[in-house]
């Protein structure tokens, strides 16, 4: 059995972020998710209890075996509650939260790297059952949870390194008989997003794919069928993660992409599935594995948080049009984020950041004024 303990040092130890406008980003060995530095690849917020605050779950191992664990929020961000996601210890690079059972609560579908996939269902008390496993093991990297077909039940889109990409479709029941493939059968997919980019109806794809592999957007043809390939990119980036929202306002998606060597990009939609503009932002030599959009200072405009490895993760504000961003850092530069997510862990009406790091701890970041 896999014991786990959470510690509280007596020293509270402040990371130093930089500062922006009115925000900055504030975490310490008391807002540490535990004390181990596992290979984390994935994390997760959602109220798992039903007590109205978000609870924490982290996918740990990537290539070897580890233990996935839940943290529970006692309230105001602090994570004194800690339980193991069920009994085996596995190869789990991602984890994604919805309602896979349509009983009212958030349910778990663990994505493993040549290991069994895994679905956990909640009791509607933060108690998880490992109910099923969905697909053969493959290279998985991460996994999306959505509506795909939009027959009212959530189903899995599986990404995979250099192997076929994956639909699972529910039954209703959280079990997932029906497989449908998409993209190229070697894509190296990192990420995928999910949207309708050309407003007809139907829930459109993004492809974030490394190894040299082109980028594209998957358009969908009706029934999840995707037989339309929009290639983006020069061709050869090296691409970890992607995110939808609308940066400049003009009522189309953009999408943002976190690259390998090399800036990250900002491509504009032009309403039908292609790209009218690309803006490059970050360093000249960004490392960046992950990444998500959202408002981190209630001005109305997205801004963009990247998680990066061997540098500073960073928030950019966005100033209003989607091209000219302040960049705001944070973290320990010498950490190897592999994923973070965003939500009002302290319900102080801004959201956080939690962050899944690779060898060393995970944390969350506090979203606080400038001067408090």
Known sequence: MVQFSVFIFSVVLVQVTTIAEDRRFVSSSRLSLGTQANRSASIRLGDFDGDKDLDIVVANGRHWPQQ???????????????????????TSYATEIADLDNDGDLDIAVGNDNAPNAIFLNNSQGLFQHHTSFGQPSSIRSLKLVDIDQDGDVDILANARGKQNLIYFNDGSANFPTTRTFGNAVDSTIDVAVADLNNDGHMDLILANRDGQQNVVLLNEGQARFTQRIPFGNGRDETRAVAIDDLDGDGNLDWVTGNIGQPN?????????????TVKFGREDGQTYTLTIADMNNDGHPDIIVGNTGQANAVFFNQGGGKKFREVRFGDPS?????LAVGDLNQNGYLDIAVANSDSQNFVYLNLPLKQ
């Open 335 to 339: 950490h190897a984020t592999y994923n």
């Open 68 to 90: 996935n664990f839940l943290f529970l929020n006692q309230g105001r961000a602090k994570f004194n509650l800690a339980r193991p996601l069920g009994r085996d210890l596995a």
């Open 265 to 277: 990009s900002i491509y504009f939609g032009d309403g039908k599935g292609d790209v009218r503009e």
